[in-house]
Antibody
Framework: EVQLVESGGGLVQPGGSLRLSCSASGFTFSSYAMNWVRQAPEKGLEYVSVISSNGGSTYYADSVKGRFTISRDNSKNTLYLQMSSLRAEDTAVFYC??????????????WGQGTTVTVSS | QAVVTQEPSLTVSPGGTVTLTCGSSTGAVISGHYPYWFQQKPGQAPRTLIYDTNNKHSWTPARFSGSLLGGKAALTLSGAQPEDEAEYYCLLSYSGARVFGGGTKLTVL
């Protein structure tokens, strides 16, 4: 069974940094692209970022470009999202999502349960 | 960036049929937008229902189907059940960029 467990969320001050992790199991992690999708409180879904299976290709939404960095460690079956220069509008639940395939344009398959990031002073 | 539009809310009677749509500000939705549909129940993570217009996930009930209809992507629910009450989101791809619709709150009443 595919399992995705996010961690690293919490309360951070505006301008601060945070690193989210997503521990994956139940599938060959190194064969699949991975995504981050977020959801602000009482709002809809927003696509954040994707990384290819080998880490060679990435994509970022304009809203996070230059502030967030997606990465992965295939030896640890773990996906990361390094977030810096955080703003109040980054407050959201962040979901880790497995893709159907290994390239960045493969779609969204299985979702984790999410980790909450709150940016506030 | 393109804007993806969905009906804010819809209501369907138990056992009834309802169609949710997903439009694009750039024009007609085509298969090359690879439409996806997701279901999210209160307090839960979303789950993928339909991918690439009309393909069902292993857990997608047979009563859900996806299509292209009148220049939009469509999700049709035939024989609605109380457990189908949820928020439904569509997602379209634009040459790598991915944009979610605002979601449709479906009430089964």
């Amino acid at each position: 069974e595919v399992q995705l467990v996010e961690s690293g969320g919490g309360l951070v001050q505006p301008g601060g940094s945070l690193r989210l992790s997503c521990s994956a199991s139940g599938f060959t992690f190194s064969s699949y692209a991975m995504n981050w999708v977020r959801q602000a409180p009482e709002k809809g879904l927003e696509y954040v970022s994707v990384i290819s299976s080998n880490g060679g290709s990435t994509y970022y939404a304009d809203s996070v470009k230059g502030r967030f960095t997606i990465s992965r460690d295939n030896s640890k079956n773990t996906l990361y999202l390094q977030m810096s220069s955080l703003r109040a509008e980054d407050t959201a639940v962040f979901y880790c999502v497995k893709s159907f395939g290994g390239v960045v344009y493969n779609g969204l398959d299985v979702w984790g349960q999410g980790t909450t990031v709150t940016v506030s002073s | 960036q393109a804007v993806v539009t969905q009906e804010p809310s819809l209501t369907v009677s138990p056992g009834g049929t309802v169609t949710l749509t997903c439009g694009s500000s750039t024009g007609a939705v085509i298969s090359g937008h690879y439409p996806y549909w997701f279901q999210q129940k209160p307090g839960q993570a979303p789950r993928t229902l339909i991918y690439d217009t009309n393909n069902k996930h292993s857990w997608t009930p047979a009563r859900f189907s996806g299509s292209l209809l009148g220049g939009k992507a469509a999700l049709t629910l035939s024989g609605a059940q109380p457990e189908d009450e949820a928020e439904y989101y569509c997602l379209l791809s634009y040459s790598g960029a991915r944009v979610f619709g605002g979601g449709t709150k479906l009430t089964v009443l």
